[in-house]
Nanobody
Framework: QVQLVESGGDLVEAGGSLRLSCLVSGSAVSSSSMGWYRQAPGSKRVWVAGINSGGDTKYSGSVKGRFTVSRDNPKNTMYLQMNNMKPEDTAVYFC?????????WGQGTQVTVSS
């Protein structure tokens, strides 16, 4: 069974940096399309960044140039490096893995950016 476990959420100051991790079991990140999503209080969950099996990355306009998604295949882990963070980045961040049958989600990790 595929499981995703996130970590790294924290309180960070505006302009600071934070790295989130998504450890995957039951599937290889190297063979999967994966992504990061976030949900602010009272808002819908929105897509933030993605990486496909070939390593190509995409970003939403709100984070482009500030966030970087990557993966470490031997560790079977996906990362989201967040730089130049803004209070608007405050949200619960979720990682997701797309299989041919369904999409798997992590439990979410809280990121709070103070100003």
């Amino acid at each position: 069974q595929v499981q995703l476990v996130e970590s790294g959420g924290d309180l960070v100051e505006a302009g600071g940096s934070l790295r989130l991790s998504c450890l995957v079991s039951g599937s290889a990140v190297s063979s999967s399309s994966m992504g990061w999503y976030r949900q602010a209080p009272g808002s819908k969950r929105v897509w933030v960044a993605g990486i496909n099996s070939g390593g190509d990355t995409k970003y939403s306009g709100s984070v482009k140039g500030r966030f970087t998604v990557s993966r470490d295949n031997p560790k079977n882990t996906m990362y989201l490096q967040m730089n130049n963070m803004k209070p608007e980045d405050t949200a619960v961040y979720f990682c997701a893995l797309a299989s041919t049958k369904k999409t798997y989600w992590g439990q979410g990790t809280q990121v709070t950016v103070s100003s």
